[in-house]
């Protein structure tokens, strides 16, 4: 059965498989970098940031030698900036411990921060073909519907089952192939919504399937809860911002304008033209104020208003004056961004 399983998919994969990029090397860097930037990031939109990043930083060498403010704003737009800062710090690592190689050993690997076992199973299959199971989303769910497993993906025990069930099926002889034809089996046919159940090469021995239960699977114990925030961010003259690099939070690396958070949004809604607002200690006067924002994060619901004022805080509380036209020289949040970047577009009109 198991001999079968990997004969049927790999076939499968060599005619049903996506042209991306980073099935097209063996370079252990690209398939690193494709993978960190592939967390939380849909395929569709990690190919355009993945060409453009290893365009600027095609070698470990070259991404140890950047400047954390050129990696992070490469990363604008992907969120979860921890991981940039980790790959880059990461990159210095290579750079001095393994001359700018990619190390082979799965404990060396695994050492390295912000590397863990899929991350490091993906690097030593797809890159030096060895025999690792690459264990994500799309094959917890594949294995949970097709094997009936009513485990917890999201507890250690469970992880660790579902590793074991992909380690005996993988393929001895060309573990890559098989790691890449799970994982798209799960992305395009197996998927979470509308799976291509009547079409599926294995629907006549997937236990979900002939029980009516495939969408009961996979099972979680722990259900992410999201946080409501509501975000007033205050700018300066038309021509003129104040940004600050944050050291701690969700924006960690990042420039922000000064920062106002309120508790409701009745109280965001409230924030209007000439209103006062206390910050560093000053009263500062609205002037103006956008519609409130509205920006999802994984964990987080963000409600945000951006404000001008008269706020002078040039070389105070660690800000810097920059101007408008030169804000995308610091690398910045996704929403802030955009809002900058909409509001200087409509100044040069």
């Not at 395009?188 to 090469?201: A, D, G, R, W």
């Not at 300066?236 to 600050?244: E, Q, R, V, Y």
């Not at 945000?304 to 509380?317: G, P, T, Y």
Request: hydrophobic share 35%; charged share 30%; net charge positive.
């Amino acid at each position: 059965m198991i001999q079968s399983f990997s004969h049927k998919l790999i076939s499968w994969y060599k005619s049903n498989k996506r042209d991306l990029p980073w099935r097209n090397t063996d370079d252990p860097y690209k398939i690193w970098i494709s993978e960190i930037i592939l967390q939380q990031t849909r395929v569709k939109f990690a190919i355009d940031y993945y060409n453009k990043f290893i365009e600027k930083f095609p070698t470990i060498e070259s991404l140890s030698n950047a400047k954390e403010d050129d990696v992070l704003n490469s990363w604008q737009g992907l969120g979860y900036y921890s991981r940039a800062r980790n790959i880059h710090h990461t990159s210095k690592i290579l750079k001095e411990k393994y001359s700018s190689n990619f190390p082979n050993k799965y404990d060396e690997i695994i050492s390295l921060k912000g590397i863990g076992k899929y991350t490091a199973g993906a690097i030593l299959s797809f890159a030096f073909k060895k025999k690792f199971p690459v264990v994500d989303g799309n094959v917890f769910r594949l294995l949970s519907r097709l094997f009936f497993i009513e485990k917890f993906i999201d507890t250690t025990s469970g992880q660790n089952y579902f590793y074991n069930v992909a380690e005996d099926l993988i393929c001895e002889k060309t573990p890559d192939l098989f790691n890449q034809a799970i994982i798209e089996y799960g992305a395009i046919v197996c998927k979470p919504k509308n799976p291509n159940c009547t079409t599926c090469i294995f629907n006549y021995q997937c236990e979900a399937y002939k029980k009516n239960k495939v969408f009961e699977l996979p099972l979680k114990k722990n259900r992410i809860r999201t946080t409501d925030r509501f975000l007033i961010f205050i700018l300066g003259t038309k021509k003129n911002i104040f940004l600050k690099k944050k050291k701690d939070g969700i924006w960690k690396g990042l420039y922000t304008p000064p920062l106002y958070e309120v508790k409701s949004k009745k109280e965001l809604n409230n924030i209007k033209e000439n209103e006062e607002l206390n910050i560093f200690n000053n009263n500062v006067k609205i002037l103006k104020t956008s519609a409130v924002i509205n920006h999802k994060l994984t964990h987080q619901n963000l409600s945000i208003k951006f404000c001008f004022s008269d706020l002078d805080l040039d070389n105070k509380n660690e800000f810097t004056m920059v101007k408008l036209k030169n804000f995308d020289v610091y690398p910045v949040p996704r929403v802030i961004e955009k809002f900058l970047k909409n509001f200087y577009d409509e100044q040069k009109k």
